[in-house]
């Protein structure tokens, strides 16, 4: 997620522009503190509704957890992994350092 500036706005305009194209959330803050989030329009957010598109992109970004993504969703946690699970969006990501460690104390 990128950091745009009021001063941003006027100046780099066609990178919000890009940044959304590209699906990706953007935060517009004046003096440091965030004003306004920037939600890409995508297919996800015409279905699903705006809370739902936010919660599943900042889920996507690692910005927040599973539980407080489906509480912004207002949808509780089984049906918001539901929703990830249409979407192909992982529900458990374990880093590749912990699943060679896993296996290896499985094996021995």
Do not use: C, W
């Amino acid at each position: 997620m990128e950091t745009f500036s009021i001063r941003d706005l006027r100046e780099r305009t066609g990178d919000l522009v890009r940044t959304a194209e590209a699906g990706q959330l953007s935060v517009v803050a004046k003096h440091g503190q965030p004003v306004f989030v920037a939600v890409p329009f995508d297919q996800a957010l015409l279905e699903q509704g705006v809370g739902v598109d936010l919660a599943i992109k900042l889920y996507d970004d690692g910005t927040i957890s599973l539980g407080k993504a489906a509480k912004l969703a207002g949808l509780g946690q089984e049906a918001f992994m539901q929703v990830l699970g249409a979407m192909a969006i992982p529900v458990v990501r374990y880093p590749s350092a912990d699943v060679a460690d896993e296996v290896r104390s499985f094996l021995e």
